[in-house]
Nanobody, 125 residues
């Protein structure tokens, strides 16, 4: 079955950076659009970023454009999320998601078919 394993989370000071990784297995990675969601304490899970199968197209939550960058390496079956100028409001559990093979980028909950266990990102002020 599909496995998505996130890594790279941790504690960082405001203004710092982190890069999350998501190693995927059990799917044809190059056929799968990928994405990231996050869930802050007491809030619903929210879209962060998505990337097409080839990596040529990306989509971001409006509030995160310019600070977050999603990328992928199809040779390594891995998707990344580079997060810069982190703020305390970025504190959340970050989840890697896989979209339907040959389907649209997973920019909404209904558009992904698998989700990882998540990695905690905590930004201190």
């Amino acid at each position: 079955q599909v496995q998505l394993v996130e890594s790279g989370g941790g504690l960082v000071q405001a203004g710092g950076s982190l890069r999350l990784s998501c190693a995927a297995s059990g799917l044809t990675f190059s056929s799968s659009p990928m994405g990231w969601f996050r869930q802050a304490p007491g809030k619903e899970r929210a879209f962060v970023a998505a990337i097409s199968r080839s990596g040529n197209y990306t989509d971001y939550a409006d509030s995160l454009k310019g600070r977050f960058t999603i990328s992928r390496d199809n040779a390594k079956n891995t998707v990344y999320l580079q997060m810069n100028i982190l703020q305390p409001e970025d504190t959340a559990v970050y989840y890697c998601v896989a979209g339907r093979p040959l389907g649209p980028m997973p920019s909404r909950e209904l558009l992904y078919i698998s989700r990882g266990q998540g990695t905690q990102v905590t930004v201190s002020s």
